[in-house]
């Protein structure tokens, strides 16, 4: 298992062999075995697999090939509507129409996502993580009929690999782990951090591609732009209104 973990790189490219039943439950039950906040399990999968629905959803996520060449596109989706009505059922009263609560089943629900991203790559299978979830998610709610109380928060595509790209690099261990204390970097620490990053041949493509001075610039002014940011964050506040996580006292 530490292997599989080691080795992980997201799948972009997957063959069409069906997943069987039996590898889909193995992986799906490996999820629920996550973490998750007072053993509420605060989240849901929707399993997709029909081509229909992902020609749908593949918009949300900006048309990427591999939404409708996966066999399985899984949303994970933090959910209190089914722990609300439990709650309701059985004489007492939920109070978790707040951002509070929001963030919780999320934290659960990205556990989850997680557990099943190393399950399915154990079991051979490739994965990929959407980070589009949540900026189109007023449209995948109502592609998935999500009801109040439940919000889409990554997705993962699934599938046996037809490609096996070198693993993505990573910052060095020191980057990002703090010994007892959280210690601020200095500019040199930054500079050691990020300048083998910074050198990789894929890198320097992209900050001539994109007619930059540094990498930083490729991500602030191309791929994760401010304007984008603020568009998406109020769009998600929206939904998280709509959808009952939003209560001020």
């Known amino acids: 298992m530490t292997d599989t973990l080691l080795m992980h790189r997201s799948i972009r490219k997957y063959k069409q062999n069906p997943i069987p039943n039996t590898i889909l439950d193995y992986i799906l ?12 399990q605060l989240y849901s999968i929707v399993v997709t697999t029909g081509e229909e629905i992902k020609e749908e959803l593949a918009p949300c996520h900006f048309n990427q090939s591999m939404v409708k060449e996966a066999p399985l596109v899984l949303t994970f989706c933090a959910d209190f509507n089914r722990f609300n009505k439990w709650c309701q059922q059985r004489k007492a009263e939920p109070g978790y129409d707040n951002f509070l609560s929001f963030f919780t089943a999320a934290i659960d629900a990205v556990l989850v996502a997680q557990n099943v991203c190393v399950a399915a790559e154990d079991a051979g299978l490739g994965t990929c993580y959407l980070g589009t979830t949540t900026y189109m998610a007023n449209k995948i709610i109502d592609i998935l009929d999500l009801p109040k109380g439940v919000v889409p928060v990554t997705t993962l595509t ?13 910052l060095p261990l020191e980057a990002v782990v703090h010994r007892e204390k959280y210690h601020d970097y200095s500019e040199s620490d930054i500079d050691n951090h990020y300048g083998e990053k910074e050198l990789l041949a894929i890198y320097q493509e992209f900050i001539k591609e994109h007619k930059k001075e540094t990498l930083a610039q490729v991500f602030t002014d191309v791929r994760y732009k401010k304007d984008d940011n603020v568009l998406f964050s109020k769009s998600l506040l929206d939904i998280l209104e709509k959808q009952g996580f939003m209560n001020h006292p």
């Open 29 to 40: 039950e490996a999820g629920t075995r996550a973490p998750t906040t007072g053993n509420m």
């Open 158 to 170: 699934v599938g046996y690999p037809d490609e096996w790209p070198e693993t993505t690099d990573r």
